[in-house]
Every structure is written in C-alpha cells, then in structure tokens.
C-alpha cells in the first residue's frame, strides 16, 4: 500500500475519530505525506503546496488522520473563500478535499474529519458550514446528506459542475 509515514507531533486529538485512529492538524512538514496520499487516492496533489502556504496564511486548515501511523485521510475546512457565500471568513466556512485512502474507508473516518471540522468552525463562531462535490460523485453526496447538508446552488470549476451544499451549524447540531 502506497502511504506516508507521518510524523507524531503536537498531537490535539478529537473525539470523532473511529478506534485507532486519530484527527488533527496537518504540520508543515507533512506535506509530502498529503502529496502522497492523494496519489495513492488517484487524486492529482498538483494544488497541495498552494494549500499548505493558504494554511501558513491562516486562510484554511488542513486536517489529517492518522492510524496504525500512516496518513490515512485529509480533508481541509477554507475560511475564507473567493466565493464568500462559501467561506466568509466569519459566519461561513466552507469543506474541500475530502479524501480517505481506500483500504480505510466504510469505518466512519470520512464522518469523523467532517465533524471534526463542523466542531472547529463552531469554536470560531462559524453558524454554516459549506462543502463541493463534483457532479456525479453521489457517493460522497449522499454521504454528505445523510450527515446534514442539502443543495444550496451550483458553481462551474475548470473540470465541470459543482455542487454545493450547505448545512447549519449550532453546538447542538455538530454533537
Ligand atoms: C467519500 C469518502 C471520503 C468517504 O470516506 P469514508 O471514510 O469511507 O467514510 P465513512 O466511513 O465515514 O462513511 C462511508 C460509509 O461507511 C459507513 N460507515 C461509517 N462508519 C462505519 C463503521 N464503523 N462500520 C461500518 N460502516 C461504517 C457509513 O455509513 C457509510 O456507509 P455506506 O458505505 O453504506 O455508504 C471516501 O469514499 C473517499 O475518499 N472517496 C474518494 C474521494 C472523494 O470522493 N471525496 C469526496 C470529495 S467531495
């Protein structure tokens, strides 16, 4: 299995993660391991670098989980987004590269980085939470809509549509 080992830094573990596994902030230096991940997903890691100096910016934070000590998801939450329907820095913010490596997926770890991230935006006073997904990707869409999110509007992307959805957030909602 093509992965990264990560390094085991300044751990701030959630309570969202499935046994074994556990959720927190990417470190700088894990970019590679993203890199690595998203190739072993099929995914291009072309946008990586720009993502890790947004994250430096303070724009977004990368999210990572971690099991057995290999890098197994990422999902990132943009605070601010050029579309400020999706993220305006204040009340909205707005979910982007989900991905879970494929022999770790089916055991809730795709759920616990989304509610990982719904909890960070509630402590930054976010009452919104925004996400993308491609046209055609129901899987990932139906998943997102069994945990809340509904259709708000489409956008075009240079690949094609996308669709985005959005779900309220509130402490009692993201418990
Ligand atoms: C979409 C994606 C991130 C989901 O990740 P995941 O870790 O498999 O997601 P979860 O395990 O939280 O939930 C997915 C399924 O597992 C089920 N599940 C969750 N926890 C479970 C558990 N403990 N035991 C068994 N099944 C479980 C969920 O109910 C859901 O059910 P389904 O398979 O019947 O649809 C993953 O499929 C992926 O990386 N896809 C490719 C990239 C992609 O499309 N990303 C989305 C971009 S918008």
Redesign the pocket.
């Known amino acids: 299995m093509a992965q990264a080992r990560t390094t085991e830094l300044s751990w701030h573990t959630f309570k969202d993660a ?1 046994p074994r596994v556990r959720l927190r902030p990417a470190q700088p230096e894990e970019e590679g391991a993203v890199m690595a991940l998203r190739r072993a ?1 099929g995914w291009s890691a072309e946008s990586v670098p720009q993502q890790f100096r947004a994250m430096r910016d303070g724009r977004r934070t990368i999210y990572i989980a971690v099991g057995d000590g290999y890098l197994v ?1 990422t999902i990132t939450v943009e605070w601010v987004h050029e579309d400020r329907e999706l993220a305006d820095g204040v009340t909205c913010a707005h979910i982007s590269n ?3 490596h494929p022999a ?9 980085l989304l509610a990982a991230v719904q909890r960070a935006a509630v402590r930054r006073g976010c009452r919104l939470m925004t996400i ?3 046209h055609g ?1 129901d ?2 869409r ?2 997102y809509e069994r945990l809340g999110y509904s259709f708000r509007k489409d956008v075009n992307a240079p690949w094609g549509a996308i669709h985005v959805l959005t779900r309220p957030l509130s402490d009692h909602a993201v418990a």
Do not use: E, F, S, T
């Open positions: 499935p997903c998801g989900l991905v879970v770790y997926r089916h055991r809730g770890i795709g759920r616990g993308g997904v491609d990707n899987y990932a139906r998943l």
